[in-house]
């Protein structure tokens, strides 16, 4: 079984900054991508940030020089820094990793974190 924690979440102000975190544990091989998504009410789930194991990065438009995706290998862990945080940065914010299981076969699956809550206001 694998499971993905997000913690970091909560209430900030316009300009201000969070960092994100999102551990992975249970039964790993090797991850691959993880990544971070937003939903905001309304809206559809959309692509944050996303991170190769070699430590190759993607990022939406939005969110290009303002956040930041890292991640530590040793820990199974992504990080996703906010700055210059804005009111249409508020959403749900979930972590997604494509994993291979322990065991075989192992297969590639990707896993989904339950999500935690980013408010940005005054």
């Known amino acids: 079984q694998v499971q993905l924690v997000e913690s970091g979440g909560g209430l900030v102000q316009p300009g201000g900054s969070l960092t994100l975190s999102c551990a992975a544990s249970?039964?790993?091989?090797?991850?691959?991508?993880m990544g971070w998504y937003r939903q905001a009410p309304g809206k559809q789930r959309e692509l944050v940030a996303d991170?190769?194991?070699?430590?190759?990065?993607n990022y939406a438009d939005s969110a290009k020089g303002r956040f930041t995706i890292s991640r530590d290998n040793a820990k199974n862990t992504v990080y996703l820094q906010m700055n210059s945080l804005k009111p249409e940065d508020t959403a749900v914010y979930y972590c997604?990793?494509?994993?291979?299981?322990?065991?075989?076969?192992?297969?590639?699956?990707?896993?989904w974190g339950q999500g935690t809550q980013v408010t940005v206001s005054s």
């Open positions: 991170i190769s194991s070699g430590g190759s990065t």
């Open positions: 997604k990793a494509a994993i291979y299981r322990s065991g075989w076969p192992s297969v590639l699956s990707d896993y």
């Open positions: 249970g039964s790993i091989f090797r991850i691959n991508v």
